[in-house]
């Protein structure tokens, strides 16, 4: 599968970006879709996943502002950032997976990633 980002720019604290993800392939029901950000010297994290059944996780600092989508129907998945502040600044990653062992909060259980899309957020 290929995963493609978008919706990334610049905003200030408070207010709020879209990041859209396409999925090009078949069985876009079978992945369990997430997304995760990467802050300059910061390692690779987890924000938030969705399954084909329409459950979602998000990460603790993250809950309560950012809510994750999924259109089976046209194989994307969108990340609705509200209240934004200065530290969710990041390159967002789309990634997918169809099964994994571990936790699916871990970077390593992730099979695909799409390119980096950044988010600033100004203070």
């Known amino acids: 599968v290929q995963l493609q980002a978008s919706g990334g720019g610049l905003v200030q604290a408070g207010g709020s970006l879209r990041l859209s993800c396409a999925a090009s392939?078949?069985?876009?029901?079978?992945?369990?879709m997430g997304w995760f950000r990467q802050a300059p010297g910061k390692e690779r994290e987890f924000v938030a996943a969705?399954?084909?059944?329409?459950?979602?996780d998000y990460a603790d600092s993250v809950k309560g502002r950012f809510t994750m989508s999924r259109d089976n129907a046209k194989n994307t998945v969108a990340l609705q950032m509200n209240s934004l502040k200065p530290e969710d600044t990041a390159v967002y990653y789309c990634a997918a997976v169809v099964l994994y062992s571990g936790s699916h909060r871990s970077v390593t259980q992730w099979d695909y990633w799409g390119k980096g899309t950044q988010v600033t957020v100004s203070s």
């Open positions: 969705s399954w084909s059944d329409g459950s979602t």
């Open positions: 392939g078949r069985s876009f029901r079978s992945y369990v």
